[in-house]
C-alpha cells in the first residue's frame, strides 16, 4: 500500500517551455502533498506545501510565479515549472501523506522526475 | 530556523555495525524520522521515533534523545545492499505536517 506514482520520470525541455509534473496517491487520500527538490548529492530541499482545494504554501525564496502548484483532488497534485531555464534543471519528487495518518505518518514518495533544461 | 546535521559519508564493512548520528534544531518537534535512498530513486521510510529511547525494527534501530537534539540509526549486520543515502528528517511544529531533510549521510558498505 501507499503509492504515490509520478509522472514523467524524466523529461528534457527548452529554455523558456513550462513543464507540468504529476503526483498521484493511487490507494490513499491525500490532503496535503509535498514538493521536493533534490540537486545531486544534496539534500531534499522542501519547495511548497501542496494543499487540496486551496492555495500552495510556498517556501522561502521559492518563487510561486514560477513554480505552479494545483492540487485539485485529494489523489493528484500537479507541478508546473513555467518558463524553465537551465538553472530549474533538477531532480524533483513529490510526496504525500495520508489524510488518515496521525503525527507519525511518514511522507510517501513518488520516484520522481528527472528536468534537463537545455 | 531549522537545522539538521549529519556526517557527509560513512564507510563500513559487510557484516558489521554502522552507527550514522544526527542532530538537529527546529522550531517545535513533532518527531524524527529515518528515510534510505538509492541513488536516482526515492526515498523510503525506515523509522520514526517521538519519545526518548530506542525504536528496533529488524536490523535497523533508530535512537532519539529531545533534551540533546539527537538521533541515531544504527544497522546490524551490513548487507551490500545497504549501500545508499540515509536521511533525517524532522517534522517541526510548525502545522501542516512539513518535514526537514538533512543532507543526509552516503554510507558505503565494502566487501
Given at each position: 500500500g501507499a503509492v504515490v506514482s509520478q509522472h514523467p520520470s524524466r523529461v528534457i525541455c527548452k529554455s523558456g517551455t513550462s513543464v507540468k509534473i504529476e503526483c498521484r496517491s493511487l490507494d490513499f487520500q491525500a490532503t496535503t502533498m509535498f514538493w521536493y527538490r533534490q540537486f545531486p548529492k544534496q539534500s531534499l530541499m522542501l519547495m511548497a506545501t501542496s494543499n487540496e482545494g486551496s492555495k500552495a504554501t510556498y517556501e522561502q525564496g521559492v518563487e510561486k510565479d514560477k513554480f505552479l502548484i494545483n492540487?485539485?483532488?485529494?489523489?493528484l497534485s500537479t507541478l508546473t515549472v513555467t518558463s524553465a531555464h537551465p538553472e530549474d534543471s533538477s531532480f524533483y519528487i513529490c510526496s504525500a501523506r495520508d489524510r488518515q495518518g496521525g503525527l507519525n505518518s511518514p511522507l510517501h514518495f513518488g520516484n520522481g522526475t528527472r528536468l534537463t533544461v537545455t | 530556523g531549522q537545522n539538521i546535521d549529519q556526517p557527509t559519508e560513512m564507510t563500513a564493512t559487510e557484516g558489521a555495525i554502522v552507527q550514522i548520528n544526527c542532530t538537529y534544531q527546529t522550531s517545535g518537534f513533532n518527531g524524527l524520522f529515518w528515510y534510505q535512498q538509492h541513488a536516482g530513486e526515492a526515498p523510503t521510510f525506515l523509522s520514526y521515533n517521538v519519545l526518548d529511547g530506542l525504536e528496533e525494527k529488524g536490523r535497523f534501530s533508530s535512537f532519539l534523545s529531545r533534551s540533546k537534539g539527537y538521533s541515531y540509526l544504527l544497522l546490524k549486520e551490513?548487507?551490500?545492499?545497504?549501500s545508499a543515502s540515509y536521511l533525517c528528517a524532522v517534522r517541526p511544529n510548525?502545522?501542516?505536517f512539513k518535514t526537514i531533510f538533512g543532507a543526509g549521510t552516503r554510507l558505503f558498505v565494502k566487501a
Open positions: 492540487h485539485a483532488s485529494l489523489t | 551490513l548487507q551490500m545492499k545497504d510548525t502545522g501542516g
